[in-house]
């Protein structure tokens, strides 16, 4: 009997634990890829006058919701097709931990290469562009062998 308990005690020991949280790379070999734009939906310059009157300018990220598989390397790119607008950027965990903030200038293409850990939901915004420019990642289970 102390042998088998011995032996799991060492199997657990041995064992590499699964890691948490995301791995975030300016670039790496990825295995799938997303490209995020930026859209200018009512603006100053183009408007609709009258929207751009009552809400002020806003802006969205397209695709807004997207999907990625747990522990694959993903490159994510995002495109800010604005002439002169910065947008920043900020990537949570499901807990609203901040896990990315960066800024994205105006026309520019900005690349990660992102690996999520945990499976859930990760939302991310452009914070001077609230509430309408934001967006979410569904990490969802890896592909069964």
Not at 22 to 37: E, S
Not at 61 to 70: K, L, N, T
Not at 125 to 142: D, E, K, N
Request: one cysteine or more.
């Amino acid at each position: 009997m102390k042998r088998l308990v011995l032996l799991s005690m060492l199997l657990l020991a041995c064992r590499s634990p699964r890691q948490h949280g995301v791995t975030i790379a300016r670039t790496g070999v990825a295995k799938a890829r997303v490209i995020v734009l930026t859209l200018g939906e009512a603006i100053k310059e183009t408007g609709p006058a009258q929207t751009v009157k009552q809400f002020g300018e806003v802006y969205a990220f397209s695709p807004d919701v997207f999907a990625v598989r747990r522990d694959q390397p993903t490159q994510i790119t995002f495109w800010n097709l604005q002439p002169d607008d910065e947008h920043d950027f900020m990537l949570t965990d499901p807990k609203n931990n901040v896990l990315l903030q960066t800024k994205f200038a105006p026309l520019s293409k900005t690349t990660f290469v992102m690996t999520f850990h945990d499976e859930g939901v990760f939302p991310f915004y452009c914070v001077m562009h609230q509430p309408a420019m934001s967006g979410q990642i569904v990490v969802a289970a890896p592909d069964s062998p």
